[in-house]
């Protein structure tokens, strides 16, 4: 008889999507649960892939995808990061964030290794890796004078022999925390001195309110590990249209890396997607050459959205709500609570309000609710009322 393969079996449930299901199957639900905008898609990006079907882009394309769309790619990042990138070499579009996370790990992962993965974190990079047969280890942020904190106490303390990757997000889902130019150098010393690759997910980088004023534009990326980071050494930056250019629905995201990794991640996708559809490579290339007056208008609304989430929640009982930097989720920490899944099953049921539970962020998530602030206001004040008077009760 068949079985399942174990490195399958390893692989959790997503506790979202669990939630998700019961809120699918019930009437009036506030849904911020999920980690997207309810903004559609930009009329020009739309208009850009109708314009790409008529034009015949239709057919298949480079495994690496689209040279015009890496070429935009690179100019995007000497634009905006001043970084230099070779299109043909160093950039590889994939379908999807989560793609170019697969992808990436699979070149970086043998059976039996380790990876250490900053947590509380989106559980597809962990659960990537247990589908590679190998074994994440999770190392939890810790949370000190209202901030959370990468904890090099425990990175260095669970560093082996099988250790081969350090992944972490920047912003983060769902923290918010943004590593600082300090973190990032850290990050880097530490992959360069125990010869780790270092893969960022900078899929948020957009969404950045900046720390200290006047440090940035609102509007303005995040600084990209790439800054520090030479050509040669083991970095991986993993990016996708779906947040900052409201494209979760397309699929379609790229990698940035060494060139040998380029190389094999090129030669992977024909056997993983083939590519990304061709047509919505086109769309992303207009994504990248119209879209910032649509991303600093975004910025300003959820920063807006962001303020009013956090005022409503500082008059809650039992929460502390860390300020994020970026990206567009609150991570209240509700005091005594000991099953988060628990609770936001209960507030689903009684108030119609659909959170996503901390235990699914896993090391360090326990204990706290993520709330996604992406949402009309019409949507988010009666969330807060509702969150506000289950807690009294």
């Not at 697969?102 to 509380?120: F, K, M, Q, Y």
């Not at 609770?343 to 539970?357: I, M, N, Y």
Request: proline letters at 5%; charged letters at 20%; glycine letters at 6%.
């Amino acid at each position: 008889m068949g079985q399942l393969a174990q490195s399958t079996l390893a692989v959790p449930t997503s506790r979202i999507r669990e939630l998700a299901e019961i809120a699918f199957r019930m009437d009036g639900v506030l849904k911020l649960y999920f980690g997207e905008s309810n903004q559609p898609t930009p009329d020009y990006i739309k208009q850009a892939a109708k314009n790409a079907l008529d034009n015949g882009y239709t057919f298949y394309t480079e495994n690496a995808g689209l040279l015009s769309l890496r070429e935009a790619l690179a100019s995007y990042y000497q634009r905006l990061q001043g970084v230099t990138l070779d299109p043909r070499r160093e950039i590889v579009v994939t379908a999807s964030g989560v793609q170019a996370l697969n992808v990436t790990i699979r070149c970086t992962l043998d059976p039996g290794d380790e990876a250490l993965v900053l947590t509380p974190a989106w559980p597809n990079g962990a659960s990537i890796v247990a589908m590679s047969n190998a074994r994440p280890i999770e190392i939890a942020h810790v949370l000190r004078h209202g901030r959370y904190e990468i904890d090099w106490d425990a990175l260095e303390a669970n560093v082996t022999a099988r250790t081969k990757l350090l992944v972490y997000t920047s912003p983060s889902n769902p923290l918010g925390w943004t590593a600082t130019l300090q973190d990032q150098q850290r990050l880097l010393d530490f992959a360069r001195r125990h010869h780790l690759w270092l893969l960022a997910d900078e899929v948020y980088d957009r969404l950045w309110y900046g720390t200290t004023p006047g440090d940035a534009t609102l509007g303005d990326p995040v600084p990209s590990i790439l800054r520090l980071a030479t050509r040669d050494d083991a970095v991986i930056v993993v990016q996708s249209f779906s947040k900052a250019w409201c494209m979760t629905g397309w699929r379609i995201g790229w990698i940035i890396t060494r060139a040998d990794l380029a190389a094999k991640a090129t030669q992977l996708n024909e056997f993983i997607i083939s590519h990304a559809p061709s047509f919505t490579q086109k769309a992303a290339e207009a994504a990248l050459e119209h879209g910032e007056p649509e991303i600093r208008s975004m910025l300003t609304s959820l920063k807006a959205n962001r303020d009013f989430c956090l005022s409503a929640l500082a008059t809650m009982p039992r929460l502390t709500t860390p300020s994020p930097d970026g990206a567009f989720y609150l991570f209240p920490k509700v005091e005594g609570l000991t099953d988060s899944f628990a609770f936001c099953r209960r507030l689903l049921e009684e108030t119609r309000v659909g959170l996503a539970p901390g235990v699914a962020f896993g090391a360090g998530g326990e204990g706290s609710i993520r709330i996604c602030y992406a949402a009309d206001r019409s949507v988010l004040a009666p969330a807060m009322e509702r969150l506000g008077r289950y807690l009294l009760s």
